[in-house]
């Protein structure tokens, strides 16, 4: 789990920067006056705070190597270094490069003048696995664009291969700043000391398994200059418990009966994919929607029944391969406050997906629902729509859907898909990305592959549905966007929280 070592305003938790914006505001920073020493200072002295809790009983007697890059990130280290040998560690020291900044030239100098064991040539890490306990990764942090090469790559993929914990300040060495890829190479933190203010790499797939755990080292920058770069509702944020809660309809007022806690049409299940009706709709019941109608193909009502005692679940006619082949006239789609439909239809059911799509009620598409859609002109008809529409695509889905739009990188992606269907995309994975229609973009920060497994996404389906429907219920239609992009932001996290308890 993410944390953070002080009680600043959780506003700060939800921005995510990039290396030219991370800049802006450290600019901004030292023009005011503070001096680059100081904050290099007080950014170790925190790192130095951190490693203490990280390391707890286990500190005492800990020998650490220390790899030191020519830039900032290499002068935090160096300080960090210096500080655990005055407080009487073994520390050994490996700068593998000619030149530095500086500054810390400055520090290196100091390093040495201590008796600190000092190694230029990247040879001695091999040695490192067993010579220390710890190793702190100081190479380069935010920014770093060229690949990591030669002897120093060879290096860190030795060092990858031992069991040896390693703590990366700032960034591990060898990620890109916003885009996580591996540039070359790069080093597989066992933690990760970001500093100041979330990078976008932390988001970003290609870098999960370089990050290990992540804790985010506020050293104080100023509110108002970090506003002042990323605005005060920034477009790319971190999705953080406070505004997922915010989503929720946890309060109800005394009167409250089951048609106005939302009336959710969940449209799900085929002969061939019976369990995922269930799982949509044993997701919806988790949701605390106070009516749930589940249609479902003639031959599973019944058996559904049995399941889910307090839904009304209505057969529908089959086709030859035991699809929905159409909706029963007794199921006005308009009566609904909100409408799901996908998990497990087939292809088949064309004529059901077409005719929620046709409906003047907020809908949430999944599954085989979205490969529906792929196979027409999916922007065009989500665009005709009157009310609003979420798709919850997984990348292979999304590829069928949105063929032109590059995957690289996933929240750009997600945003362009979004604009060009008028819908809120979540877009589904180890970071799930939700765009809405206007632009912004949230990520999901927690996740467990626990949840790698079929039929969670229609467990999501069921609890997104069913959160939005409790939301919808009474709104003004004008309300409907922000109510069921609340909705979609809340079912993201819970989904993703409740992976994480249970796994």
């Not at 170790?44 to 020998?63: M, V």
């Not at 073994?90 to 600190?116: D, N, Q």
């Not at 009620?361 to 979420?390: E, F, H, M, Q, Y």
């Amino acid at each position: 789990m993410e944390t953070k070592l002080t009680d600043r305003p959780a506003q700060l938790d939800t921005y995510l920067v990039t290396a030219e914006q991370m800049q802006q505001i450290e600019s901004r920073l030292f023009s005011a006056g503070m001096p680059v020493a100081a904050l290099m200072e007080k950014v170790a002295g925190l790192i130095t705070q951190a490693i203490k809790q990280i390391l707890g009983d286990r500190l005492p007697g800990c020998r650490f190597g220390v790899l030191v890059g020519p830039g900032h990130n290499g002068g935090d280290a160096l300080v960090l270094a210096r500080e655990l040998w005055l407080a009487g560690h073994e520390v050994m020291i490996c700068h593998p490069f000619a030149k530095r900044k500086p500054l810390t030239e400055s520090h290196g100098s100091y390093a040495r003048s201590l008796g600190i064991p000092w190694e230029t040539s990247v040879d001695a890490l091999a040695q490192w696995s067993q010579a220390c306990d710890y190793l702190i990764d100081g190479l380069f942090g935010f920014g770093l664009e060229r690949p990591i090469e030669g002897p120093l790559a060879a290096a860190i993929a030795t060092l990858n291969t031992t069991r040896l914990p390693i703590i990366s300040i700032d960034l591990p060495s060898g990620l890109h700043t916003d885009t996580g890829q591996i540039l070359g190479t790069a080093i597989q933190a066992t933690h990760t000391l970001c500093l100041g203010l979330w990078k976008r790499a932390f988001v970003q797939e290609s870098a999960l398994a370089y990050l290990g755990s992540p804790r985010l080292i506020d050293f104080g920058l100023p509110l108002a200059d970090i506003q002042t770069v990323l605005g005060t509702s920034p477009v790319q944020q971190r999705l953080t418990p406070q505004a997922a809660l915010q989503g929720l309809p946890l309060n109800r007022p005394a009167t409250a009966h089951k048609y106005t806690a939302g009336h959710l049409l969940l449209i799900a299940g085929s002969r061939q994919y019976t369990g995922a009706a269930l799982l949509a709709g044993l997701g919806a019941v988790a949701s605390g929607v106070g009516m749930l109608t589940l249609a479902v193909p003639e031959s599973l009502r019944l058996w559904l029944v049995g399941q889910l005692p307090g839904a009304l679940v209505v057969g529908c006619p089959e086709g030859d391969e035991g699809e929905i082949s159409a909706l029963p006239e007794d199921i006005r789609l308009e009566h609904y406050d909100a409408i799901a439909c996908g998990p497990g239809l087939t292809q088949q059911a064309k004529s059901v997906v077409a005719a929620v799509l046709d409906s003047h009620c907020p809908l949430v598409l999944d599954a085989d629902g979205l490969n529906i859609l792929a196979t027409g002109s999916s922007n065009s008809t989500l665009k005709k729509r009157s009310a609003p529409t979420v798709l919850t695509p997984h990348p292979g889905e999304f590829k069928r859907l949105f063929p032109e739009i590059d995957l690289t990188d996933k929240g750009t992606a997600a945003q362009q898909a979004a604009k060009q269907s008028g819908a809120t995309l979540v877009l589904k994975g180890a970071r799930s990305a939700i765009a809405s229609p206007q632009g912004q973009l949230w990520f999901n920060p927690i996740g467990t592959p626990a949840l790698a497994r079929g039929g969670s996404g229609d467990v999501l389906t069921g609890l997104l549905s069913g959160i939005a429907a409790q939301k919808l219920v009474g709104q003004n239609p004008k309300a409907w966007p922000q109510a069921i992009l609340d909705a979609t932001l809340s079912s993201v996290w819970w989904h993703s929280q409740t992976g994480v308890q249970l796994a």
